[in-house]
C-alpha cells in the first residue's frame, strides 16, 4: 500500500486554490449550510455504491465525500476557527482513547466488549450529556433516528419483555391508527402512523435487522420489478385494470427471479 500522501497534501491545497480571491465562483460562495444537502447526497451515492459492490465507483464516491470534509475544513480555515490539521487530530485522538486494548494495555478480545467500552469511554468524554437522548442529531433519517433512541432506551432498561409483547404494541399502533381514521383527524392520524413505525422499527431491532437498509432494499426491489413491469406492458400501465395490474406485476416479479 503506497503510504505517500502527496496527492492527498496536493488535493488539500487545489480546495484552498478554488477557494481563493482568483479562484471558482461556485466553491467561492459556498457556506457550511449551502453544503448541507452535498454532505448528505454525496454519503447516500457512496452507500449505493456499498450496496452494489462497485469498488471502482466506491472509489469516486469517497472522493466525493471526501471533497465535502476538505470544503467545510477550508471554510473554517478562512473563518479561524479550525482547519483540516485540526480535524485530523482530533479524529485521531479520539480513535487512540477509544480503543485501548489496540493503544494501550486494555484487555479486550470481543467485538461486543470493543462496543461496550466505546460506549463507555465517550460517555466519559461527553459529560455535558445529562439524556440518554442527548446527542442525536436531528439531521439524519427519521429511520435511523428511532433505531439510535430505542436502543438508548434500551440501555437504560425500556424493553418489551417478549416479541409477542412486541407484535401486540404493533397491532394496537394499527387500531389507534383506525380509530383516528375514522374520527377523521388528520392530525392524530399523522401521530398514530409515526408510532406504528415506531414500533415497527423495534421489532427490526429486536430480530437484528437495520430498518434503515431493509426499507432502502424494499425500495430497490420495487424499482426493479415496476421497471421490469413496464418493459412487460403491451399499453399505458395507467390503462391497466387492478386485474391486469396484478397480473403484470407477478410476471416481472417471476421474470426478475429467473
Given at each position: 500500500m503506497n503510504m505517500n500522501h502527496?496527492?492527498?497534501?496536493?488535493?488539500?491545497?487545489?480546495?484552498?486554490?478554488l477557494r481563493a480571491p482568483d479562484g471558482c465562483p461556485?466553491?467561492?460562495e459556498q457556506t457550511h449550510y449551502s453544503l448541507r444537502p452535498n454532505m448528505l447526497e454525496e454519503a447516500y451515492e457512496a452507500v449505493d455504491a456499498i450496496d452494489d459492490n462497485d469498488m471502482a465507483h466506491l472509489k469516486e464516491e469517497l472522493g466525493d465525500v471526501l471533497l465535502q470534509v476538505?470544503?467545510?475544513s477550508q471554510i473554517a480555515s478562512e473563518e479561524g476557527v479550525f482547519d483540516i490539521d485540526d480535524v485530523s487530530k482530533e479524529l485521531k485522538d479520539k480513535l487512540i482513547h477509544r480503543h485501548?486494548?489496540?493503544?494501550?494495555?486494555?484487555?479486550?478480545?470481543?467485538?461486543?466488549?470493543?462496543?461496550?467500552?466505546?460506549?463507555?469511554?465517550?460517555?466519559?468524554?461527553?459529560?455535558?450529556?445529562?439524556?440518554?437522548?442527548?446527542?442525536?442529531?436531528?439531521?439524519?433519517?427519521?429511520?435511523?433516528?428511532?433505531?439510535?433512541?430505542?436502543?438508548?432506551?434500551?440501555?437504560?432498561?425500556?424493553?418489551?419483555?417478549?416479541?409477542?409483547?412486541?407484535?401486540?404494541?404493533?397491532m394496537s399502533e394499527f387500531d389507534e391508527f383506525k380509530q383516528a381514521k375514522k374520527e377523521?383527524?388528520?392530525s392524530h392520524m399523522e401521530e398514530e402512523f409515526g408510532d406504528i413505525l415506531f414500533a415497527t422499527v423495534n421489532l427490526a431491532r429486536w430480530n437484528k435487522i437495520d430498518a434503515e437498509q431493509a426499507l432502502l432494499k424494499a425500495n430497490k426491489k420495487f424499482e426493479k420489478r415496476f421497471r421490469k413491469m413496464e418493459e412487460l406492458a403491451t399499453k399505458p400501465l395507467t390503462e391497466y385494470s387492478i386485474?391486469?395490474?396484478?397480473?403484470?406485476?407477478?410476471?416481472?416479479?417471476?421474470?426478475i427471479q429467473q
Amino acid at each position: 500500500m503506497n503510504m505517500n500522501h502527496k496527492n492527498l497534501e496536493e488535493l488539500i491545497e487545489v480546495i484552498a486554490k478554488l477557494r481563493a480571491p482568483d479562484g471558482c465562483p461556485w466553491d467561492r460562495e459556498q457556506t457550511h449550510y449551502s453544503l448541507r444537502p452535498n454532505m448528505l447526497e454525496e454519503a447516500y451515492e457512496a452507500v449505493d455504491a456499498i450496496d452494489d459492490n462497485d469498488m471502482a465507483h466506491l472509489k469516486e464516491e469517497l472522493g466525493d465525500v471526501l471533497l465535502q470534509v476538505l470544503l467545510h475544513s477550508q471554510i473554517a480555515s478562512e473563518e479561524g476557527v479550525f482547519d483540516i490539521d485540526d480535524v485530523s487530530k482530533e479524529l485521531k485522538d479520539k480513535l487512540i482513547h477509544r480503543h485501548p486494548h489496540v493503544f494501550g494495555n486494555a484487555n479486550i478480545k470481543t467485538a461486543e466488549d470493543v462496543k461496550k467500552e466505546w460506549d463507555k469511554l465517550k460517555a466519559e468524554e461527553k459529560t455535558e450529556r445529562i439524556s440518554a437522548m442527548d446527542g442525536l442529531s436531528r439531521a439524519q433519517a427519521a429511520l435511523i433516528a428511532a433505531q439510535k433512541i430505542s436502543k438508548r432506551a434500551v440501555k437504560q432498561g425500556f424493553e418489551w419483555p417478549d416479541e409477542e409483547t412486541l407484535y401486540e404494541c404493533i397491532m394496537s399502533e394499527f387500531d389507534e391508527f383506525k380509530q383516528a381514521k375514522k374520527e377523521n383527524d388528520k392530525s392524530h392520524m399523522e401521530e398514530e402512523f409515526g408510532d406504528i413505525l415506531f414500533a415497527t422499527v423495534n421489532l427490526a431491532r429486536w430480530n437484528k435487522i437495520d430498518a434503515e437498509q431493509a426499507l432502502l432494499k424494499a425500495n430497490k426491489k420495487f424499482e426493479k420489478r415496476f421497471r421490469k413491469m413496464e418493459e412487460l406492458a403491451t399499453k399505458p400501465l395507467t390503462e391497466y385494470s387492478i386485474e391486469e395490474y396484478d397480473k403484470l406485476w407477478k410476471q416481472a416479479k417471476k421474470e426478475i427471479q429467473q
